[in-house]
């Protein structure tokens, strides 16, 4: 049998850990870890378009597409399973980064940023001047089950988190292997020279997209997971202070692995929540200069720790 | 032997600069072929025409028979023209074994796969025969300038070409090095029986490892032949080698 590699034993091992230590976590910790975790998924896609060279300051637009498709699904039996919202936010996410993509796949550097970003804004205003859609207020998702189980009460919130733990596993154990296999190799030699990529036989600009593509469809399922967490969504998912945070975790967390936008993802929720509690007035000038600091002392991200720990440990 | 490469009354201007004017060269199979001509006579622009980087303001380019010239290099280079260039183009973030497993992988995409081995495998027989093995785990980035240029030809040869356009192999490599490298190059890629163009100013390397040879001046071939012939062109001598022809009065 092959051996697992390090990043897969590492997944599992979170796997089974967060599966088996969820029921001990207080209600508040369960919350913030499944809406980490679904943040998360927006981020690991962000890591593939900045594994690629891209810097996508417009996820909010996918992130928001998947919440809004989660909370728009009939609510017929079984099309109102957590998972099935979580499916169609992915899907309706996927089709949008494949039409975006077809233009966004043409720019790089701050040109893309700004389209991205662009595309964003536009959802955002529609989505504010959609009065049936909630306008400005949005409107709630309720799943009505999660899994096959009560989406109410105690278990019901379990499930949730049981869901979105699996869901992120899969996520990130796939874009592993994605990641080593020979596409996803070619991200980061686009990133290094595109002239070389396309004079050895392969379309930069069809990778490209299908990155695009690949990283909707995560945020699409994480915008619908937290739909589906929170309870409610509104236009504010689209808006461009949302993609920005994604930017601000995948900067903090590095993109070094898979694992890493999920660890980023649960430390800012979890410095955003203290920051709230003991500095309700200044809790941005706490996060703020938690970034400033990961930029100064580890500017390839939190995960840059675990590597220059082997090197000591070696 | 059949010809692979034709072009035939290629012209390329840039306003009122012509670059390349009527150039019509037809490259057989099998063979070595140096393109000699001093700075600014039109070899590079001649390769970038042939690879598709460059469209031809007039003329044609035949690949086998089969018209390439409007097509993208992506395209040219999976019928099988390849090219290596001046300046390394190789991926600085990536090792060296990465930076072949992406060349192997994307031969392998296009069905260019060896049979039963597995990229890995391919990667590592390439790092092999251009001795760059002892470099595999470093990354490109930090390798001297003259494995650079040897990792950049692997790459080229990866892809499993037909023809591989060699842009100044030797260029920012020491005179006692290269002889030894254009052995292991040659060697390297002739094994494959691949068709070799290469560009080049050194005519010691051109008189010693090409069959032939076209000469450019201003945009045009001035000399087109073999090796000892060419070399002996008094125009090639007074235009390419910097010599006074020999005035026989």
Redesign the interface.
């Known amino acids: 049998m092959k051996r697992l590699d390090r990043t897969t034993f590492a997944l599992l091992a979170s796997l089974v850990l967060l599966l088996a230590g969820g029921p001990l976590l207080p209600e508040w910790a369960l919350f913030l870890v499944t809406n980490s975790l679904a943040k998360g998924l927006v981020v690991l896609g962000l890591l593939l378009l900045m594994r690629t060279g891209l810097v996508s300051f417009g996820q909010g637009l996918y992130f928001a597409v998947g919440a809004y498709a989660a909370g728009m699904m009939p609510r017929a039996p079984g099309l109102s399973d957590a998972l099935a919202l979580m499916l169609a936010g992915g899907v309706a996410a996927g089709v949008v980064a494949a039409l975006c993509g077809l233009l966004l796949a043409r720019y790089r550097g701050i040109f893309f940023a700004m389209l991205s970003l662009a595309f964003s804004m536009i959802l955002y205003g529609l989505l504010v001047k959609t009065s049936v859609l909630g306008s400005t207020d949005g409107f709630n998702v309720a799943a009505r089950t999660v899994l096959g189980v009560a989406a109410a009460g105690a278990y019901g919130r379990y499930a949730v988190f049981a869901l979105t733990v699996a869901t992120a596993f899969a996520a990130g154990f796939l874009l592993h292997r994605f990641l080593g296999s020979?596409l996803g190799?070619?991200a980061?030699?686009i990133?290094?020279?595109e002239?070389?990529?396309?004079?050895?036989?392969?379309?930069v600009r069809n990778v490209v997209h299908l990155n695009l593509v690949i990283a909707g469809i995560l945020a699409g399922a994480g915008g619908a997971l937290t739909g589906v967490t929170v309870g409610h969504i509104d236009p504010e998912m689209a808006y461009w202070t949302t993609s920005g945070e994604f930017v601000f975790v995948a900067i903090l967390s590095g993109t070094a692995s898979v694992l890493a936008p999920f660890l980023g993802s649960i430390l800012l929720e979890l410095l955003r929540s203290f920051a709230y509690e003991y500095s309700p007035n200044t809790w941005q000038l706490v996060v703020g200069g938690a970034m400033l600091l990961v930029i100064l002392f580890l500017p390839s991200g939190l995960w840059s720790v675990f590597g220059r720990w082997r090197k000591v440990l070696r | 032997m059949s010809v692979i490469l034709e072009t035939r009354e290629l012209t390329k201007t840039f306003g009122a600069v012509t670059a390349a004017s009527s150039i019509s060269l037809a490259i057989e199979e099998d063979t070595v072929v140096g393109l000699i001509g001093s700075n600014g006579a039109g070899k590079t622009t001649f390769v970038n025409l042939v690879t598709g980087y460059l469209k031809p303001t007039s003329g044609a380019i035949r690949y086998r028979g089969r018209d390439i010239t409007a097509l993208q290099p992506r395209q040219v280079t999976r019928l099988g023209v390849c090219r290596s260039f001046q300046i390394p183009q190789v991926f600085d973030t990536l090792t060296a074994s990465e930076n072949l497993l992406v060349a192997v992988g994307i031969a392998a995409r296009h069905g260019k796969k060896p049979v039963e081995e597995a990229p890995e495998d391919a990667a590592e027989a390439m790092l092999l025969r251009f001795g760059l093995d002892r470099f595999r785990g470093a990354p490109a980035g930090i390798l001297p300038e003259g494995v650079r240029k040897l990792l950049d030809i692997a790459m080229a040869l990866a892809v499993k070409p037909q023809i591989l356009l060699l842009d100044e192999p030797t260029s920012g490599v020491s005179s006692e090095e290269k002889f030894a490298l254009m052995d292991l190059v040659l060697g390297a890629i002739r094994a494959d029986r691949v068709t070799v163009l290469f560009v080049e100013h050194d005519m010691e390397i051109v008189r010693r490892y090409t069959q032939r040879i076209a000469a450019f001046y201003e945009g045009r071939i001035i000399a087109d032949g073999p090796t000892s012939e060419v070399l002996e062109n008094p125009e090639v001598r007074r235009y390419v080698v910097g010599e006074a022809a020999v005035d026989p009065c």
């Open positions: 020979h190799r070619l980061p030699a990133r290094d020279n002239l070389r990529v396309e004079y050895m036989g392969a379309s």
